[in-house]
């Protein structure tokens, strides 16, 4: 037997449960992880609340919990290539992550080598959020000398996204609350305040203008850069639901190219980009996890170990 989050209902973190369950072992194509740690993500306790949408994303109960994920391989199927027992890897198994065995197929799922110098609680953070943050930036061409204005600029995509865009020569103002200001300026961020009167103040602290945007939070800031005469293709969002502005570009880690994760995790491994991690809990303080994520209040990202 072996470990695994699931739920049984949809609802809050309190549906959330460690059980034992029957050990997984892998067919032919696949291999299995001996799970590590698991970052959370928004859209993980969205598909346990969430029925519609967990339909959506082919989800149904009784179902696991947490898609991104980094440890051990332990068990190879017949015909994988490129994968041994005892390589590190990290990856992404939507809905069913936070589990101490997981059996992943290679090429239909995302599984990677991880590099030497990340660690698995770093690499556990990267699969949805690094994707999401690429194709944010990539779906508005971001180039060197662009004026970006970045909506969630402190939560966990947010920190990539900002640190992506400086790295490529950007100049970064991101909205956050007050809290954050110092914690954004350590990635070279020119922190505002989001809220009534955010086009205002980007316009006194970008006088010259603003030439692109991604709003991660809503449409607050998407809507804001339309105001400051941003061209609606220049900007991206990643959360606004059916409610996208006229001509403004939604996108997800979907829509990222394969390699860009790797690219990612290659240059934090060299130190040009650090993942500060908000919290880190234990498997068996899931619910706590969960819920502090929730607020969408965290500097940075929250992973569970195991």
Avoid: C
Avoid at 23 to 34: A, I, L, N, S, T
Avoid at 81 to 108: E, I, K, N
């Amino acid at each position: 037997m072996s470990r695994a989050v699931v739920h049984e209902r949809f609802g809050g973190p309190e549906v959330l449960e460690l059980r034992e369950v029957p050990e997984p072992h892998p067919e032919p194509g696949r291999v299995r992880v001996r799970v590590t740690a698991a970052g959370l993500n928004p859209m993980d306790w969205i598909f346990v609340s969430s029925p519609a949408i967990a339909e959506r994303f082919g989800l149904s109960l009784p179902g696991g919990f947490g898609t991104d994920f980094a440890g051990v391989v332990d068990e190879v199927g017949e015909g994988v290539a490129g994968f041994a027992v005892g390589d590190r890897v990290y990856g992404g198994a939507t809905g069913r992550a936070l589990a101490d065995l997981v059996v992943v197929d290679p090429a239909a799922e995302q599984l990677l080598h991880t590099p030497e110098g990340v660690t698995d609680e770093v690499a556990a953070t990267l699969s949805v959020a690094g994707l999401t943050a690429s194709a944010a930036l990539d779906a508005i061409g971001l180039k060197e000398g662009d004026t970006l204005l970045v909506g969630g600029a402190a939560g966990g995509v947010g920190v990539l996204t900002v640190q992506l865009a400086r790295r490529a020569g950007a100049r970064v103002i991101g909205t956050a609350s007050e809290g954050t200001f110092g914690f954004l300026r350590e990635f070279g961020v020119e922190p505002v305040t989001y809220g009534p009167g955010l086009v205002e103040r980007v316009r006194a602290l970008a006088p010259e203008g603003v030439s692109a945007a991604t709003d991660l939070f809503g449409t607050e800031t998407a809507e804001a850069a339309l105001a400051l005469g941003v061209p609606a293709a220049r900007i991206s969002t990643i959360a606004a639901g059916t409610d996208v502005p006229a001509g403004v570009r939604p996108t997800g880690g979907f829509q990222a190219r394969p390699e860009d994760l790797e690219r990612i995790a290659a240059v934090i491994a060299a130190g040009g980009i650090r993942v500060p991690l908000a919290a880190t809990f234990p498997v068996e303080r899931l619910r706590e996890a969960v819920e502090l994520q929730a607020g969408r209040h965290v500097h940075g990202k929250v992973v569970v170990t195991l």
